[in-house]
């Protein structure tokens, strides 16, 4: 089920380079979101942020589409600066070419499916596409996604696997070469989620997009990733290639998600063990745990950085 290996290419998709974001407490107490964070993604690469709630993963996601603007460092995609604290680059979401797919799926519930898909294209600045073109590209990605019978149905109307599938249609229709993903499986059930791990690893294999993947879970990130970078207190502790095994261990913490990765196992041969092709980067507690073996979640530390259920004020301190 694991995407093939990505190819090189001179130009990384993304680069992150010394990227630091801080939040300020109602305390006043100052926290590092994003704690002077490099790394790259190459075209046609999957790389996972993988942690527990609260270390900066979804921070992390957030500053490369451009909806939170970090206090240090500069990003690159395809090339471009599209941030540089520096230099005092910022280029709005908007123009950063590149499409992402939301946790709360984040349709427009006035909107049927085939106008939720069709707005990325009627609505970007100076690229003009004719209406039958946007026709037959809607059409086109509905049924990749294996919805297109549901293009005249409102999100109401929708189940929570349906509504996934128009969103990340949606986020495919405009062909850019970077797709977002934060944390996109984790409101429908697990039978659905499995299905759509499957269909995403296959419509990233055949349309080549370079994919930036938030997760907390283990097993979803083993299964989907080229490259995994377990994040632990807002840096990134250990950053590799999952390495192939017949006989490894499923990354499991119940019976439950034990059986649900022996059976997507059985449906691929490319099961994964815990360990790493690389060493961790720092000492974190997480990414020590990670390198001998799958931690178990009630084990993963608290961060203390701002979740989205946290109560923490969200300006950041200059």
């Known amino acids: 089920m694991t995407p093939d290996t990505p190819t090189a290419s001179s130009t990384p998709v993304v680069e992150v380079s010394n990227l630091v974001k801080r939040f300020r407490r109602e305390s006043g107490a100052v926290v590092n979101a994003i704690d002077d964070v490099s790394f790259e993604v190459a075209a046609g690469d999957f790389v996972v942020l993988l942690g527990p709630s609260g270390c900066g993963k979804t921070t992390l996601l957030r500053a490369i589409a451009g909806l939170e603007t970090p206090d240090q460092g500069a990003i690159r995609i395809g090339g471009r600066a599209v941030f540089s604290a520096a230099d005092r680059v910022e280029v709005p979401p908007e123009r950063r070419d590149i499409s992402m797919i939301f946790q709360s799926y984040a349709l427009w519930p006035h909107m049927t499916a085939f106008k939720n898909v069709a707005y990325p294209l009627q609505s970007r600045r100076g690229r003009k596409v004719a209406k039958d073109e946007i ?50 499986l984790s409101n429908v059930d697990a039978k659905v989620r499995e299905q759509l791990r499957f269909e995403l690893v296959s419509m990233q294999r055949k349309l080549g997009f370079s994919a930036l993947f938030v997760t907390h879970d283990q097993t979803e990130a083993m299964e989907l ?65 990670w390198a001998g073996g799958s931690p178990s979640v009630t084990g993963w530390p608290r961060c ?5 259920e946290s109560s923490v004020a969200r300006s950041p301190a200059r």
Not at 162 to 174: T, Y
Not at 254 to 263: I, K
């Open 304 to 308: 203390g950085v701002p979740s989205e």
């Open 225 to 289: 990733a080229h490259r995994i970078a377990v994040l632990d207190s807002g840096r990134i502790a250990q950053f590799g290639t999952p390495r192939r095994s017949t006989t490894g261990r499923p990354p499991a913490t119940s019976r439950s998600s034990s059986a649900r990765s022996t059976r997507s196992s059985a449906r691929s041969p490319r099961s994964r063990e815990t360990a790493w092709s690389s060493t961790p980067r720092t000492g974190g507690s997480w990414g020590r745990a």
């Open 135 to 184: 026709a037959r590209r809607v059409r086109q990605a509905l049924e990749l996604v294996g919805v297109g019978e549901l293009e005249t149905q409102y999100p109401g109307q929708m189940s929570g696997g349906q509504q996934q599938r128009i969103a990340l249609a949606r986020a495919l229709v405009n062909n850019d070469e970077l797709v977002l993903f934060d944390e996109p």
